[in-house]
């Protein structure tokens, strides 16, 4: 049975940085496209950042360019996104999501399988 | 980027409507798009991928079609586990992945 666990959220300071990470079991990380996907107090589902099946390639929405890195841990089986310079919209429960394609990139199916969320909020 | 808008916003119905949601992308994505569902305080989940094609586990009354840049969502007969939200995402061109902005489905 797949299963995501997020961890890492809290209250950080305007400014500040936090580091999420998301265990994964029942498949190999590795495999597979993983994302984060985030979702404001009240608001719609927004695409954070991609890295694609092997790691090789890293993708991230504009708004948080440059500010958060994704990154993973095979030998954990583990996703992370470290988070700097973090702004009052970041403020949203962060979903890790495994994209549904095997061994493919990036895959055109969606995300199969998400985790529960970790919720960050950011302010002084 | 690729628009996402989906209509309507919210939608009342009763156990046993049938309803109807719609997705229209700024482009044309042939049949890439998928549906989640997603319950107040829980992560979504994926219904539908490439338009049509329903994901494992999730009952028949669940159905998707559309191709180009017009999609829909039908339930054939609302169920009280049916309420919630539904969002659709293209999975066309990346960067970014899209997502359209919700439709709540309430109790009537």
């Known amino acids: 049975e797949v299963q995501l666990l997020e961890s890492g959220g809290g209250l950080v300071q305007p400014g500040g940085s936090l580091r999420l990470s998301c265990s994964a079991s029942?498949?190999?990380?590795?495999?597979?496209?993983m994302n984060w996907v985030r979702q404001a107090p009240g608001k719609g589902l927004e695409w954070v950042s991609t890295?694609?099946?092997?790691?090789?390639?890293?993708y991230y929405a504009d708004s948080v360019k440059g500010r958060f890195t994704i990154s993973s841990d095979d030998s954990k089986n583990t996703l992370f996104l470290q988070m700097n310079s973090l702004r009052g919209d970041d403020t949203a429960v962060y979903y890790c999501?495994?994209?549904?394609?095997?061994?493919?990139?990036?895959?055109?199916?969606?995300?199969?399988?998400w985790g529960q969320g970790t919720t960050v909020t950011v302010s002084s | 980027d690729i628009q996402m808008t989906q209509s309507p916003s919210s939608v009342s119905a009763s156990v046993g409507d049938r309803v109807t949601i719609t997705c229209r992308t700024s482009?044309?994505?042939?049949?890439?798009l998928a549906w989640y569902q997603q319950k107040p305080g829980k992560a979504p989940k994926l219904l539908i991928y490439?338009?049509?094609i329903l994901q494992s586990g999730v009952p028949s009354r669940f159905s998707g079609s559309g191709s180009g840049t017009d999609f829909t969502l039908t339930i054939s007969s609302l169920q009280p586990e049916d309420f919630a939200t539904y969002y659709c995402?293209?999975?066309?061109?990346?960067?970014?992945?899209?997502f359209g902005q919700g439709t709540k489905v309430e109790i009537k």
């Open positions: 999501a495994k994209d549904m394609s095997y061994a493919t990139l990036i895959g055109q199916y969606g995300m199969d399988d």
């Open positions: 029942g498949f190999t990380l590795s495999n597979y496209a």
């Open positions: 890295i694609s099946a092997g790691g090789g390639g890293t």
């Open positions: 482009q044309g994505i042939s049949s890439w």
């Open positions: 490439a338009a049509s």
């Open positions: 995402q293209q999975t066309n061109s990346f960067p970014p992945w899209t």
